[in-house]
């Protein structure tokens, strides 16, 4: 789209700020060596202003300017917005530089700043950043600035924007080759029909081969017929999965630049990609002092949109999470036995005490799976070197947190709840393993 700019405004270069500050204790010097042509040093200067402000009316005309901003974005993946300009007869002196002024969550400081380049006669700048945070963005102005011929005063302009960025959230390993070949040798796939697997539900007798799990043999049949048979199982289908995300304080601290939840996320929608695959029911939850968000449940891969979609409602509070809440009014919801994957964090035993109580009612009922991620920088300070007082009180503080998180989380264990806890970059794969051996034991029937 191209802009129309209004008359351009024009300031001293950099280098007019150097000339003036050489020039003035030159003027000191010629004062005092000859007070009579003390004239010299404000003609100088009106010399230099008058040079200024030849050097703003030779400065090149600006014929256009286009800012192409893209629609939608994901938070974490590099997002580029590119500058066009074109001028009227003569090229600038140096190359022009852009800025970008928007909304923070795009950009750390909500400003962007990058020279333009030229090609084939036109000057362009591709900007790149990367979302921090999810949501719509605005891109809300720009600037243009130019230095003329004799580099002593620069034009710039100004230009409101009305454009605004969606940042969804991050599905990047659903693209990526190991998963598309994980789906394509799976023991599930998207077609429609009886998938032999590891499940609970009887399929067929077989012969027995070397090299199976001598726990099929059905001894029966077998010597009914004075040869081995084994027991074949039909993958389970059709589950409820329910990704829980707790929205609250912690969960929106950043961990490596991009808050927990939006790694939670990622890695949820990852898991749900494969869910769909395997012909599962897929839902999104979201709740912080109360609950926000509970998609429909998604049946096929083709509406995985929606849950993109439902993720990206979810909303950054800096609430403490109501778990009791939160875990009931799911439970009240949800007519059948499910599997309900929680991602949450918590800080001490004390805060963890109610949750803890939450998802044991859960268990009850539901097949529950608790994600958390490691806390690194606790293990950081445990590891690093003691060089005095203040840290070996650090290491101590964080040995004793360490334990207590190791506590709550084999209190849960002990509870039949099955843990996941793993670094952010790992946190996906782990998830991952832990739904497939879920759908292995075939426990969710």
Not at 257 to 284: C, E, S
Not at 363 to 370: K, S
Not at 394 to 406: D, F, H, S
Request: proline share 6%; with cysteine.
């Amino acid at each position: 789209m191209a802009l129309r700019w209004p008359f351009p405004v024009f300031y001293p270069s950099a280098r007019t700020a150097v000339l003036l500050a050489l020039a003035a204790p030159l003027a000191v010097v010629l004062a005092a060596a000859a007070p009579r042509a003390w004239i010299a040093a404000p003609a100088l200067g009106a010399a230099l202003l008058v040079m200024v402000l030849l050097d703003a009316l030779l400065a090149p005309a600006l014929a256009d300017l286009r800012v192409i901003v893209p629609e939608d974005g994901e938070v974490g993946e590099a997002l580029s917005l590119t500058v066009l300009a074109d001028f009227r007869i003569d090229m600038p002196r140096a190359a022009p530089v852009a800025a970008l002024a928007l909304d923070p969550r795009l950009a750390p400081g909500g400003r962007l700043v990058a020279p333009l380049r030229r090609d084939n006669g036109a000057w362009s700048a591709e900007i790149e950043t990367r979302p921090t945070r999810r949501g719509t963005g605005a891109v809300s102005a720009v600037w243009l600035r130019w230095d003329g011929p004799l580099g002593l005063a620069s034009r710039q302009v100004r230009r409101d924007l009305a454009a605004a960025i969606r940042i969804r959230p991050n599905i990047a390993p659903v693209r990526s080759p190991a998963l598309q070949l994980f789906l394509r040798d799976a023991q599930f796939g998207m077609v429609a029909r009886r998938i032999r697997g590891e499940g609970t539900e009887f399929e067929a007798l077989a012969d027995y081969e070397p090299g199976m799990d001598r726990r099929r043999i059905d001894w029966k049949s077998s010597a009914r017929h004075a040869r081995l048979f084994a027991k074949e199982y039909e993958t389970e289908r059709n589950n409820q999965i329910v990704f829980a995300f707790d929205c609250g304080q912690t969960m929106c601290e950043p961990i490596a630049g991009l808050p927990r939840i939006d790694r939670a996320v990622t890695a949820a929608l990852t898991t749900a990609w494969i869910a769909l695959g395997a012909q599962d029911r897929v839902a999104i939850y979201g709740f912080a002092q109360r609950p926000q968000v509970l998609s429909p449940f998604v049946t096929a891969p083709r509406d995985f949109a929606r849950l993109q979609e439902a993720a990206a409602a979810l909303d950054y509070s800096a609430e403490q999470p109501n778990f009791t809440l939160a875990l009931s009014t799911l439970a009240a919801r949800l007519r059948r036995r499910s599997l309900l994957v929680v991602f949450s964090e918590f800080t001490d035993p004390t805060s963890a005490e109610l949750m803890i109580e939450s998802m044991r009612r859960l268990v009850e009922r539901h097949r529950v799976i608790f994600v958390v991620m490691a806390d690194a920088e606790l293990a950081d300070f445990v590891a690093a070197p003691v060089r005095s007082a203040q840290d070996a009180a650090m290491a101590v503080t964080a040995t004793t947190l360490l334990q207590q998180r190791t506590l709550v989380l084999q209190r849960l264990r002990r509870a039949g709840i099955l843990v996941v806890e793993a670094p952010y970059q790992h946190i996906g794969n782990r998830l991952l393993d832990a739904y497939l051996a879920v759908k292995r034991a075939g426990s969710l029937g």
